[in-house]
C-alpha cells in the first residue's frame, strides 16, 4: 500500500522555483517526522528538509537552507517542499518519507534514511545551466 505520494516535479532552469507536494495517508500523518529525500543516479539518498507534522518544526541540509522551505497541511495531510532559486546541483529524483519506528526529527536523524519506512514513488527534478 502506498503511504506517500509526490508530485509537482518538472524541468526548470538555474533560477526558477517548483514546489513539490506529497499526500500521506491520514492514519499515518499525525506525530510524524516527514522528510524529503533526493537522490541523483550514482549517488547516496540525502536528506533535505524535514518537518514534525505536531509542532510544524522544520529542519534544512546547510546546501538548501535559505532557498527551500518545507510546510505542511494538518488538514490535507500534505507536506510541501517550495524550491526556489534552483541549481543544476538541485537535479535529483525527490522522495518524502514517514519514520517507521520513532520521531527522528526530536533525536536530530531527520536526514538519514533507515528511520524511514513509508516511501513514496518520488518525482524527479531537473535543473539547466
Known amino acids: 500500500q502506498v503511504q506517500a505520494v509526490e508530485s509537482g516535479g518538472g524541468s526548470v532552469q538555474a533560477g526558477g522555483s517548483l514546489k513539490l507536494s506529497c499526500v500521506v495517508s491520514a492514519y499515518r500523518y499525525s506525530h510524524r517526522c516527514m522528510t524529503w529525500f533526493r537522490q541523483a543516479p550514482g549517488k547516496e539518498r540525502e536528506g533535505v528538509a524535514a518537518?514534525?507534522?505536531?509542532?510544524?518544526?522544520?529542519y534544512y541540509a546547510y546546501s538548501v537552507k535559505g532557498r527551500f522551505t518545507i510546510s505542511e497541511d494538518n488538514a490535507k495531510n500534505t507536506v510541501y517542499l517550495q524550491m526556489d532559486n534552483l541549481k543544476p546541483e538541485d537535479t535529483a529524483m525527490y522522495y518524502c518519507?514517514?519514520?517507521?519506528?520513532?520521531?527522528?526529527?526530536?533525536?536530530?536523524?531527520?536526514?538519514?534514511?533507515?528511520?524511514?519506512?513509508?516511501w513514496g514513488q518520488g518525482t524527479q527534478v531537473t535543473v539547466s545551466s
Open positions: 518519507a514517514a519514520d517507521s519506528q520513532y520521531n527522528p526529527c526530536y533525536s536530530g536523524a531527520w536526514y538519514q534514511p533507515k528511520y524511514f519506512g513509508d
Open positions: 518537518i514534525t507534522t505536531s509542532e510544524s518544526t522544520t
